[in-house]
């Protein structure tokens, strides 16, 4: 086997075929298993992953139920899995055409740190806010890969070790491609390798996603500043409230793009609220 696509799942039935529909009409010369790591679930998502199964489309469930959290669920999932090529995607997402072939030809080539193209969508398939396409660098240190859109080669696992379980919510996926390229892996983007992210649409929900996503960064940077993370620019936070808040105030009113400032204002709200309680928690400066 070449490939195997990890998915971590909890609760994942509503949107899990669409996932593995688009998985099985992928076009690739590499041979490749889907291992969907089960966090749990109530749901009926085992049950349903192993029904799409058969001779051609090899589909299998590992129990990742013993702890909560994604990462435990991904090192579950390379745990089980087969292949030197390890793929993950969420089970609430889509991939593209091409994507497995993408970051396959991408490894052949060399690569051992993949990362893809995210288009963000709401979950009715329209578009969402025109963030980040390619790698993510907001935090002007090291480049890293959406976690629902990334692949790494087993030999660097082997070296670097597994994801790290004790980050839940944010930071995930970062802490993993960071120590990974400062041991010496560079990161390679593969354009060719996309998904729709679906990008969620309530107001508490995305607020809570965005808050955790700053308390991470205060982690990420007790964990990072002597490898050279810097602070954000003086009074970034300050001025990031501030911002957001105003976003929101002027997406309530204003007509036409008004959902679109809303959804920018709680992410900035969300995130510099989230890094003031991280720093708090980690007892570092970081706002």
């Not at 589909?59 to 990742?64: L, Q």
């Not at 745990?79 to 993950?88: C, K, P, Q, R």
């Not at 997402?93 to 072939?101: E, K, L, M, S």
């Not at 205060?218 to 409230?241: E, Q, W």
Request: charged share 20%; net charge neutral; with cysteine.
């Amino acid at each position: 086997m070449d490939v195997s696509v990890i998915i971590p799942c909890l609760n994942g039935a509503a949107t899990l075929d669409r996932q593995l529909a688009a998985l099985r009409a992928q076009t690739t010369d590499a041979t490749f298993e889907v291992v969907v790591s089960d966090n749990g679930s109530t749901d009926g998502s085992a049950d349903l992953a192993r029904k799409w199964a058969d001779g051609t489309f090899i589909v299998r469930v590992v129990d990742a139920s013993s702890v909560k959290g994604i990462n435990h669920s991904r090192n579950v999932g390379i745990a089980g899995s087969e292949s030197e090529l390890l793929l993950f995607c969420d089970v609430d997402d889509r991939v593209h055409p091409g994507w497995i072939q993408g970051f396959w030809l991408a490894y052949k080539a060399g690569a051992r740190l993949v990362g893809g193209s995210v288009s963000r969508v709401f979950a009715d398939g329209s578009p969402a806010l025109a963030l980040e396409t390619g790698l993510n660098n907001d935090l002007l240190f090291l480049p890293w890969a959406t976690g629902a859109n990334c692949g790494v080669a087993r030999e660097v696992v082997a070296e670097c070790g597994p994801f790290d379980e004790s980050f839940r919510g944010g930071g995930d996926e970062t802490e993993f491609f960071w120590r990974a390229q400062l041991a010496g892996f560079p990161l390679t983007y593969v354009s060719d390798a996309e998904v729709d992210y679906v990008q969620r649409a309530e107001t508490k929900s995305l607020f809570r996603q965005q808050h955790l996503y700053g308390r991470s960064h205060a982690k990420l940077y007790s964990l990072f500043r002597d490898a050279g993370m810097p602070r954000p620019r003086r009074m970034s936070s300050v001025r990031g409230v501030a911002s957001g808040t105003a976003r929101i105030v002027l997406g309530t009113v204003a007509a036409g793009r008004g959902h679109e400032l809303r959804q920018h204002g709680l992410r900035q709200l969300g995130q510099m609220t989230g890094r003031i309680a991280g720093s708090w928690a980690h007892r570092v400066w970081y706002v």
